[in-house]
């Protein structure tokens, strides 16, 4: 759990930097600043030109509860330090991207995002990041998830970190209701619309992006219906939507609601965090048989506050109108899934999770508003990988560093780090230009080596 120090007048006492520099909000202090946020003082690391703030609280909730907003705070809370992760086991995607999590704090009071902003940012667009990992695993202040570069392309980066798995998305019958999880987003983003302009943002220009269960993510929120007026872009990254209707999953999840209940109900008194993360394990040995391929953790179509899945489709259409939508994946999306699940090939599982679902999305928006998104497919990939192009090779040219993400195996060494920090200014570019607004319809970036972004 990230504690938080008072930190005295004496430390803010020295000034850093040129007059003038900084935001109004800011008073510059050697390699922090002070800055004024909605609810209270925060103290941030400033380097190289940009302000970064981690786990700042953007709302606290009970175990199996939904989130309230933080309450307001005197004095200075300390942002300076990697904040902790919500509880999970080990990732299944170790293997392909090295241990992202590896000696990270876990606790369930974990509802926090971090920020980064370019020190003299002025009414930059706000770029809102949720993770992947099926749901399961991964959190907002992992360095590999660091927005400080993105940020100094030009743009406020906010990641958030919601609860995950059994304790953030699951029905339990008298225990927890479903879409905890998204609940705890739309609170984030709640959080961006009232604090964006204090680090240079534009609260009325955010764009939220997400890769994987994160692109995933996007599209609930975009089907949402309390958070229309909270974000006016969106990306979505490999999201598995090929999946989304498939008949088996209102059965996936009642089986694991009864099963999870019945573990839950046995006990005398409430579980401990060590025995629920084993409860999670076993409930997905109750909904692997039933379907494999879909994700057994995630939001629930049907359950506040989210429309049945009959009417999703046209839900998604009226939210189009009104915010753009960007849509991509990557070339070897399936080859990792092959790998923990043999029982079907890499190609189907990048054609049917995929690449099927995110070209009906587009042509769904196309119809809807006679306007087609623009697409981009991710292509590189080392020499010699086992897994080409593979689903989340393209975080390390968004989002991290190189120093980050040096020891990902999808990576195949040093020889990489070229490609990734200047097709990652490319990269970071074209991201930004969607998120300022600029008209990218009907266009579609095929991103390799040789790939240049010409807005």
């Known amino acids: ?43 941030a690391n ?16 009970e175990r199996f509860e ?13 942002h300076t330090q990697p904040a902790t992760i919500c509880p999970q086991n080990p990732s299944r995607f170790d293997f392909l991207t090295g241990s992202l999590t590896a000696n990270r704090t876990q606790s369930e009071d974990c509802l926090h995002v971090s920020v980064a902003a370019p020190a003299n940012a002025s009414n930059l667009p706000v770029m809102v990041f949720i993770h992947g990992g099926a749901y399961l695993s991964g959190g907002g202040d992992l360095d590999v ?43 984030a983003l ?30 609930a929120l975009l089907a949402a219906d309390n958070s229309k007026d909270l974000f006016h872009r969106a990306i979505l990254e490999s999201a598995p939507l090929g999946r989304l209707n498939e008949t088996t999953r209102d059965d996936m999840t009642a089986a694991m609601s009864e099963y999870a209940s019945a573990n839950i109900s046995s006990s005398m008194s409430p579980p ?5 993360l084993a409860l999670q394990t076993a409930v997905l040995v109750v909904a692997r048989p039933i379907d494999p391929t879909i994700l057994a953790y995630g939001p629930v179509f049907g359950e506040e506050p989210l429309p049945p899945l009959s009417d999703l ?25 092959a790998t923990i699940d043999p029982s079907q090939t890499a190609e189907w599982y990048k054609t049917n999770v995929f690449e099927n679902g995110s070209n009906q999305l587009a042509k769904n928006i196309s119809d809807a508003t006679g306007h087609m998104p623009p697409m981009y497919h991710f292509n590189w990939s080392p020499p010699d990988s086992p897994w080409g192009a593979a689903h989340t090779i393209e975080l390390p040219f968004l989002l991290g560093g190189w120093d980050a993400w040096a020891g990902a195996p999808m990576l ?5 780090r070229g490609v990734v920090e200047n097709l990652g200014m490319e990269v970071k570019d074209l991201w930004i230009a969607f998120a300022k607004g600029e008209d990218l319809e009907g266009r579609l970036f095929v991103i390799d080596e040789g790939f240049e972004f010409a807005s």
């Open 46 to 61: 400033q380097e190289d030109g940009v302000i970064y703030a981690r786990g700042i609280k953007y709302a606290t909730a």
């Open 66 to 78: 939904k989130p309230v907003p933080a309450e307001p705070w005197s004095g200075i809370r300390d």
């Open 272 to 276: 401990t965090l060590e025995r629920l």
């Open 412 to 416: 195949n060494g040093s020889g990489s």
């Open 313 to 337: 489709s046209q839900t998604i259409d009226a939210a189009a109108e009104r915010v753009p939508i960007f849509i991509g994946y990557n070339k070897d999306e399936g080859s990792a899934f």
């Open 145 to 187: 998830y660091s927005p400080v570069p993105l940020a100094q392309r030009g743009a406020v980066v906010v990641t958030i970190t919601h609860r995950l798995g059994l304790l953030g998305y699951l029905p339990i019958q008298d225990v927890a209701p479903a879409n905890l999880g998204l609940f705890d987003q739309i609170e």
């Open 1 to 43: 759990m990230l504690s938080y120090a008072s930190i005295g007048v004496l430390l803010l006492a020295s000034c850093y930097g040129q007059p003038g520099t900084a935001t109004p909000n800011v008073t510059p202090v050697h390699d922090t600043v002070k800055l004024k946020l909605a609810s209270g003082q925060i103290l």
């Open 190 to 219: 709640r959080w961006v619309k009232k604090n964006g302009a204090s680090f240079g943002g534009d609260p009325g220009s955010v764009t939220l992006f997400g890769q994987s269960a994160g692109g995933d993510s996007v599209f």
